[in-house]
Structures are given as C-alpha cells and as structure tokens.
T-cell receptor, first 114, second 114 residues
Framework: AQSVTQLDSQVPVFEEAPVELRCNYS??????LFWYVQYPNQGLQLLLK??????LVKGINGFEAEFNKSQTSFHLRKPSVHISDTAEYFC????????????FGAGTRLTVKP | DAGVIQSPRHEVTEMGQEVTLRCKPI?????LFWYRQTMMRGLELLIY????????DSGMPEDRFSAKMPNASFSTLKIQPSEPRDSAVYFC????????????FGQGTRLTVV
C-alpha cells in the first residue's frame, strides 16, 4: 500500500516570507498526489492535485507543488505567505488505478507570524 | 450544493454508550469515506463505500465500529460500546468517480467519550 511522510510537523514563518512544506511518498505503483488544507474547526479542502502531465501544479491561494518522481516527493510552496495561510496542511496519495484509496500524511501545521 | 453534511457537530457521551454519526454526501457522488483524526494517529481512513457498497473496511479499528450506507444519500458510523480512546474528530467525505475529481469533506463530528 502507498504511504505519505510529511517531514515537518510544524513550520513557523513570518508574514511575506516564502515557505516550503515537504512531502515524500512511498508506492509500488503510479500515484495521484494531493495537498489539502484544514482551517480550524473545518473539514479539509483541496489546494491542488497532480494526476499526470506537467510536474509543476498550481493551486488555489497562490500555492504550487512539484512532483518529483525520482525523489518520490511532492513539496508544497508559496513565495509569500499571509497570516490567513495559518492552517494544517495534509499531503495525500492514492494509486492511479483507484483514487478512492487515498492515504494522508500526518499533517504540517503552518503558523504565519506578523 | 450544501456540501457534505455531518451531524452532530459535537457529541459528548459516556463510556459504554452507543454513538451514531451521520453523513449526507453531495448529491451525485458515488463514493463515500469515513476518516478519523487524532493527534496521535493523524487522519486515518476507516472505511469507504462505492455505490453504497463497502469496498474497504480494513481501517475499522475494532468490531465495536460499524458503518452502513443504506442509500446514496445517507451513511452512518456507529460505535457500540464507545470507549474514551474513541475520542476524535470523525470526517465524512464524498467524491464522484468520473473525471478524477477530488474528495469533498464535511466539517466533522468531534466525539468525546468520558
């Protein structure tokens, strides 16, 4: 089965600084990759997804992620963060033949300080 | 569309009591997921249904947990008897199979077993 490792449980940054949230996955088959965001007391909402094609994926709120097959990574980046980006971010993976079998990483709490 | 609707939003119950969590997926979505989120384990997939049929329940922790989907617009997750270690936030999500769409999450049910 596939699995996801998010290397940082917490990432504190100052407002307007760049940020990278790291995600590595493990799978014996081709995968789809996702980043979700969870604001306090809310469910998860999709930021972006990689299914195929261009390895650089752009999502909502100025986030982007790059799929690197050789390094089995899918790191999330934003060039300049806002206070409102403070949230929990989850990386997820599913096999490309069954994207109902989605597995999530442990999450990274991004805290943006003024 | 109102999105995925979960009820109740909060549930406090005593150990040994039966707890039933409810979910109404987005109309037209034919896959439904139950996830559990805790600080220790992160976001775990408990079970998912496709066209109302349970496909993978390998994540259901014990026989005390059961899930049903009697029709396309309703699912329940039942814990009987409940234990303090079941305290968590339980999320329901749904997706439409065609078009590689993402899963949409409800706002979750925060369960506290005392």
């Amino acid at each position: 089965a596939q699995s996801v490792t998010q290397l940082d449980s917490q990432v504190p940054v100052f407002e307007e600084a760049p940020v990278e949230l790291r995600c590595n996955y493990s799978s014996s088959v081709s995968v789809y990759l996702f980043w979700y965001v969870q604001y306090p007391n809310q469910g998860l909402q999709l930021l972006l997804k990689y299914l195929s094609g261009s390895t650089l994926v752009k999502g909502i709120n100025g986030f982007e992620a790059e799929f690197n097959k050789s390094q089995t990574s899918f790191h999330l980046r934003k060039p300049s963060v806002h206070i409102s980006d403070t949230a929990e971010y989850f990386c997820a993976v599913s096999p490309d033949y069954n994207n109902n079998d989605m597995r999530f990483g442990a999450g990274t709490r991004l805290t943006v300080k003024p | 569309d109102a999105g995925v609707i979960q009820s109740p939003r909060h549930e406090v119950t005593e150990m040994g009591q039966e707890v039933t969590l409810r979910c109404k997926p987005i109309s037209g979505h034919n896959s439904l997921f139950w996830y559990r989120q805790t600080m220790m384990r992160g976001l775990e997939l408990l079970i998912y249904f496709n066209n109302n049929v349970p496909i993978d329940d390998s994540g259901m922790p014990e026989d005390r947990f059961s899930a049903k989907m009697p029709n396309a617009s309703f699912s329940t997750l039942k814990i009987q008897p409940s234990e303090p270690r079941d305290s968590a936030v339980y999320f329901c999500a749904s997706r439409r199979d065609s078009g590689n769409t993402e899963a949409f999450f409800g706002q979750g049910t925060r369960l506290t077993v005392v």
